[in-house]
């Protein structure tokens, strides 16, 4: 029997939609390479801070980059340098000294142990950066740096969180 037009067309378009379909390798490959390098120029821009969840950092809309550097920690309970607790901030608060004993101990001990200033570093100190909850009180923040500047660590970066928006120069310690 003779099939007429319609029904040619039909068969026609179910056998070529019966074949195994055929992948395009060439634009995915594409896009692929192009996120590679995307990915590859923007990763280097980023520096992940370690983060206590017990610190909560102020915001800042500072685009300038902190270096790595010598990182000291203060949450509401303790000070610690580089993970390291130095000492207990109620025992600081409590104390009417101007200096931390213990952390300028740990500071001085780190420098010893650290290569000899150059002439341009012997002016601004060794470089170190103070992650510190923005709930703690300026009389500790003050301590801190003082003890931080006794020991020739003068070079002083608060730690901030970066937001969004406003990318002026922001001052940094």
């Known amino acids: ?12 378009h179910h056998r070529r939609m019966g074949r195994a379909p055929k992948l395009n390798l060439v634009s995915l490959m594409d896009i692929f390479t192009i996120l590679v390098f ?24 500072s685009a300038q980059q902190p270096d790595n550097t010598l990182m000291l920690m203060v949450n509401a309970e303790h000070i610690l ?6 000492a207990a901030v109620r025992d600081v608060m409590a104390s009417d000294e101007d200096l931390i004993g213990p952390l300028k101990e740990e500071l001085s001990y780190r420098a010893s142990r650290a290569r000899p200033l150059t002439e341009a570093e012997q002016h601004s100190g060794r470089p170190i950066t103070i992650m510190g909850d923005r709930a703690i009180p300026y009389a500790l923040l003050k301590k801190i740096m003082a003890s931080c500047a006794e020991t020739d660590y003068r070079d002083i970066a608060l730690a901030v969180l970066q937001q969004e928006g406003q990318g002026g120069a922001g001052a940094e310690g």
């Open 1 to 12: 029997m003779k099939q007429s037009l319609r029904a040619r067309r039909m068969a026609r």
């Open 81 to 86: 340098v580089n993970g390291r607790p130095v």
């Open 38 to 61: 995307f990915l590859l120029v923007n990763s280097s821009e980023v520096e992940v801070l370690t983060q206590d969840k017990s610190l909560q950092l102020p915001d800042s809309t």
